[in-house]
């Protein structure tokens, strides 16, 4: 009879399983994060473009930059003519008026946004999506075959078998290995 595994021995072969794929599901998110970052900065013109979203986009551009200049004329204005101590205190001119008001970068962030969704939904497709895809699921299966497995050699078996899928050598030979000498 199989002998059962204890909770040490079961967070043991977790911890295993999280070492031999984290590296790997991290270095492939690394990749699929850069592709996100370049597709999106290329499919956001595009996307306003089609959308015609890129004349509001311009005409923001150009009301905010008007905005600018005439607040900063005001601001000059408000400030000269403030000229005693008294005024001064009183000059009570916010300019961080926290009104619901939409700017050109609320529209440009909604565009990146929807163009994240277009490259997520493209990235999917793409052999880096699914190798992390893939990897994701093989470390999914290797967590719940420790879970569900009876005995550590069982395990260690099944594991072998579930990690050579994609190149993870679960028993390392270490015939191979030099002995070092002190000389």
């Not at 986009?57 to 408000?78: G, H, I, P, Y």
């Not at 008026?97 to 163009?115: G, K, N, P, T, V």
């Not at 005995?151 to 072998?160: G, H, N, P, R, V």
Request: one cysteine or more.
């Amino acid at each position: 009879m199989a002998k059962t595994m204890t909770k040490y021995q079961l967070d043991h072969f977790k911890e295993k399983v999280k070492r031999h794929f984290n590296p790997l599901i991290e270095e492939q998110e690394l990749l699929v994060k850069q592709y996100r970052t370049e597709a999106t900065k290329k499919i956001v013109g595009r996307l306003a473009k089609k959308m015609g979203a890129d004349k509001i986009l311009t005409a923001f551009k150009n009301a905010e930059e008007e905005m600018k200049r005439v607040q900063q004329d005001a601001r000059t204005f408000f400030i000269k003519k403030a000229k005693s101590e008294d005024k001064k205190e009183k000059l009570n001119y916010n300019f961080t008026d926290h009104q619901e008001r939409i700017s050109l970068a609320d529209c440009e962030e909604q565009l990146r946004e929807w163009a994240k969704e277009l490259v997520d939904r493209e990235i999917r497709r793409r052999p880096e999506g699914k190798m992390l895809n893939q990897l994701e699921s093989v470390k999914t299966k290797a967590l719940d075959t420790v879970m569900e497995s009876g005995s550590s050699e069982d395990l260690i078996k099944a594991l072998e078998l579930c990690t050579k899928k994609i190149g993870i050598a679960w028993v390392v030979d270490t015939t191979n290995i030099k002995q070092i000498t002190n000389s």
